[in-house]
């Protein structure tokens, strides 16, 4: 009995209990060393001498969060408006003649930034809400031994930037934009064209000026201020750790533009060019520039008041905010060209959206309608080559040429929406100037364009837009459908 009751342990069921008890003493400590293992690679993986490249290879998703000496910022939505802080160099001398340039897009309560003035505006005062708020800049005087520079101010302009960034430099801050205060922004296409870029690397995004002379005078490599520019938040906070060298380093350079293009060059980062700013280094008449603007998002406009008013029979005030008109029902596609023809009468039909429609009464290939008409003049007196891209004039080889010389009507009003499209306006506001004879075309003075409502996605591999004459000829008005082109359509015909 005693026998049986010692050997019992060896039964299959006490096999079995013993076994049991050993996996479970084998899983808990399995369980305690992968905590262990856990919470080291936690710790060695946050710890600065251990980080590299192969963090990136996580097993566990996280947040896309990008760490700043500063701040944590979110860099998963997609940038708005919110995301950008302006900066705007200015003059209490000349603000009164300049604000309504500013006036014309800052949007208060959404847009935030300063306008930076060089002494308290008592004449401007009380400050109105519908402009940006604005400060004193800095005392310079330490600078006064590298002020060596042929603009007397451009010490104070440079570090508008600088001064912006410090003012500004919180969470959700991406993009610094520079301005002076006769800069026209069009801030739903800046934000649209910002949102393609990555703002945690270093961005340096501008535009050359329309004047070879001045780019020589100063880099190719430049970004005209007065044009605008967009620094993304580790170039502007860099450009602001450093701006105290860099005016010390180049206290001869021209002015405020050139002394921040090299400093950005000495931080290893070089332009990003966007077309759609424009310095307006031109002088008349810069109707024919407009007409046939780049295939790139209109950015901005400068020196308006150095060239006649955009709209015939209007004040420059009033052009302005005539523009801006169509600027507020679609940016997307102001000053964006399409073209269509007539076949009946090889007529040609090109459409700049917002603003102007050219007719020419003969067949015109897009890529000569892509050339500007040089209605304007070059930025300083008898500099050849002029400009920064090519130009045709208005006349032919052979003299005054009526195909040459289109019939243009001017942007007039915004009749509404109808069928999913918008309906703009075209009239004509002066005669031709094409010889004595009389032409079927002369005698065109109104045009309905009827533009989709959806927004145009401009460049970047994308086409233009097509148009179609959806009206016959009546007796003085016709009707243009923009639409989006057919795939490996043509915008061109057999002359």
């Known amino acids: 009995m005693s026998i049986e009751k010692s050997n019992s342990s060896d039964s299959p069921n006490g096999i079995l209990s013993h ?108 400050w109105p809400v519908s402009s940006p708020p604005y400060r004193i800049s800095s005392d310079n005087s330490r600078y006064a031994p590298y002020n060596k520079h042929r603009m007397p101010f451009a010490i104070r302009m440079v570090r508008v930037i600088e001064e912006t960034f410090m003012l500004h430099h919180g969470p959700g801050v991406r993009w610094y934009v520079m301005a002076d205060d006769d800069t026209v922004l069009m801030i739903d296409n800046l934000v649209n064209v910002l949102t393609k870029y990555d703002h945690t690397k270093y961005y340096y995004v501008g535009m050359n000026s329309e004047c070879i002379v ?22 502007a906070q860099a450009v602001a750790k450093n701006m105290d060298t860099c005016i010390k380093r180049y206290p001869y350079l021209y002015g405020s533009d050139h002394i921040l293009q090299a400093c950005i060059a000495d931080l290893g980062v ?41 709209f015939p029979s209007m004040n420059r005030f009033e052009a302005l905010n005539h523009l801006m008109k169509a600027a507020s029902v679609d940016q997307s596609r102001l000053l964006q060209q399409s073209t269509c023809y007539n076949k009946l009468h090889n007529w ?16 015109q290939s897009q890529s000569y309608l ?33 195909g040459e010389v289109p019939n243009v009507l001017f942007f007039d009003s915004l009749e ?32 309905r364009v009827f533009s989709p409502m959806h927004k ?11 148009c179609d004459i959806i009206q016959p000829i009546g007796v003085d008005s016709m009707a243009v459908k923009l639409r989006t082109c057919t795939r490996h359509e043509i915008n061109a015909r057999m002359k």
């Open 214 to 235: 001045s780019n020589f005078g100063n880099s190719f490599q430049m970004a005209f201020g007065g044009a605008g520019y967009a620094l993304s938040y580790p170039l």
């Open 270 to 310: 070089t332009i990003t060019l966007e077309k759609g700013f424009h310095q307006i280094d031109l002088r008349r008449d810069i109707s024919g520039f407009l007409s046939a603007h780049p295939q790139s998002p209109f950015l901005s406009l400068h020196h308006l008041d150095l060239v006649a008013p955009i």
């Open 348 to 363: 040609t039909f090109s459409v700049s959206w917002g603003y102007s429609v050219q007719i020419y009464d003969k067949i």
């Open 456 to 466: 145009l996605h401009v460049g970047d591999g994308n086409k233009r837009e097509c």
């Open 19 to 126: 076994n049991l008890f050993l996996n479970g003493i084998l899983c808990k400590t399995l369980v305690f060393l992968s905590l262990i293992l856990y919470l080291l690679h936690i710790f060695l993986s946050n710890h600065p001498c251990c980080q590299s490249s192969s963090t990136l290879l996580q097993v566990f998703p996280t947040k896309n969060i990008i760490k700043s000496s500063n701040y944590y910022y979110d860099s998963s939505n997609k940038t708005n408006i919110s995301h950008l802080v302006f900066g705007i160099a200015a003059s209490s001398n000349t603000w009164g003649e300049k604000k309504w340039y500013i006036n014309s897009w800052w949007k208060p309560n959404i847009t935030r930034g300063y306008v930076f003035l060089d002494r308290t505006p008592n004449e401007h005062l009380p």
């Open 370 to 402: 892509a050339v500007p008409i040089e209605t304007f003049g070059e930025w300083r007196k008898g500099a050849w080559p002029p400009y920064m891209f090519n130009v045709r004039g208005l006349k032919s080889n052979n003299g005054n040429s009526c």
């Open 416 to 447: 509404g929406t109808t069928m999913n499209h918008i309906v703009t306006t075209y009239v004509k506001k002066t005669p031709r100037s094409c010889g004595n004879d009389d032409h079927p075309i002369d005698g065109i003075l109104k045009i």
